[in-house]
């Protein structure tokens, strides 16, 4: 690059980091709060079926059945193999 280009490209990213700084405008309207759930008091139940919120993993309940952790690294990533 020539330093004129060299210039003309920091005064591009100085004017991008500038309007980034400066304050967006949002309008709203109708705003709608909605409650959080009550929290859960007790035993969670176990995951399966068509209980799939709220509820603790058989494996991590200490159950024989569900998905199976890894007892070793596979060698590479998944988006990998």
């Given at each position: ?41 007790g ?17 991590a ?5 569900g ?15």
């Open positions: 690059m020539t330093p004129e280009q060299q210039l003309a490209a920091w005064d591009s990213i100085n004017a991008q980091i500038a309007a980034q700084q400066e304050p967006t405008k949002v309008m709203a309207s109708n705003a709608t709060v909605e409650p959080a759930p009550a929290a859960r008091t035993e969670y139940p176990i995951c399966g079926g068509e209980i799939q919120d709220s509820c603790i993993q058989p494996r309940a200490g159950k024989n059945y998905n199976v952790p890894l007892d070793y690294w596979p060698g590479q990533p998944a988006s990998q193999m």
